[in-house]
């Protein structure tokens, strides 16, 4: 089998792992989350980042705070704003 296919589909076996798991260990954080380890690791630092270090070593991630923290400061599409600007509407009336 060729190497490049054998990297592949362990790629998608770890990938698999981690979709499974509700805490996260950083590297698999770097992974999940795309965010480089120099980056990742000033985030902790900094306190910007939700995460747990039970041992005061090993750092922690719990997949839904990660998942919220990368959702937060959303933007709602244009098609979202025109559903909901009726209800603004109604609701800001002065009378």
């Known amino acids: 089998m060729d190497n ?3 990297l592949e589909r362990l790629d998608r076996l770890e990938r698999l792992i981690t979709a ?3 805490v996260l260990t950083f590297e ?3 992974d999940y989350t795309e965010i480089s ?3 990742l690791y000033k985030l902790t630092a900094a306190g910007h980042i939700p995460h747990s270090k039970p041992n005061g070593k090993l750092i922690f991630f719990e997949k839904k705070k990660i998942v919220h923290w990368l959702l937060r ?3 709602q599409s244009p098609q979202e ?3 909901e600007a009726p209800a603004h509407t109604m609701r800001n009336v002065k009378g």
């Open 81 to 83: 704003i025109q559903a």
């Open 37 to 39: 380890r120099s980056y």
């Open 28 to 30: 698999e954080t770097c």
């Open 20 to 22: 499974n798991k509700e």
């Open 4 to 6: 490049f296919l054998i």
């Open 73 to 75: 400061n959303g933007r």
